[in-house]
Nanobody, 122 residues
Framework: QVQLVESGGGLVQAGGSLRLSCAHSGNTFSNYAMQWFRQAPGKEREFVAAISWSGTYYANSVRGRFTISRDNAKNTVYLQMNSLKPEDTAVYLC?????????????????WGKGTLVTVSS
């Protein structure tokens, strides 16, 4: 069973930056596609970014501001978030897909973390 643990959330002013981390407990991390999703209060969970063998992918709302990356030696995926906006406020969840290919659908994930809260003040 794979466990995912997110960290790095917090309170930041609009225009600021945060870097989220997600640690993966498995020993075949490099085979997984890794995703970030977010869920704001009262809203549906939405795709943010993904990294797979085929490349990196972003939601239109974050493209150019957020960067997803991974360190296979550390079993960790990162989400660098710059130029943050109040509408980025949400719980950010890390997800892993065993097959390693890209999808933006939350139903396609095999494992989920519990999330880390990001609050952007105006």
């Amino acid at each position: 069973q794979v466990q995912l643990v997110e960290s790095g959330g917090g309170l930041v002013q609009a225009g600021g930056s945060l870097r989220l981390s997600c640690a993966h407990s498995g020993n075949t991390f490099s085979n997984y596609a890794m995703q970030w999703f977010r869920q704001a209060p009262g809203k549906e969970r939405e795709f943010v970014a993904a990294i797979s063998w085929s490349g990196t992918y972003y939601a239109n709302s974050v493209r150019g501001r957020f960067t997803i990356s991974r360190d296979n030696a550390k079993n960790t995926v990162y989400l660098q978030m710059n130029s943050l906006k109040p509408e980025d406020t949400a719980v950010y969840l890390c997800a892993a897909r065993r097959s390693g290919d890209y999808t933006s659908q939350s139903s396609g994930m095999d494992y989920w973390g519990k999330g880390t809260l990001v609050t952007v003040s105006s």
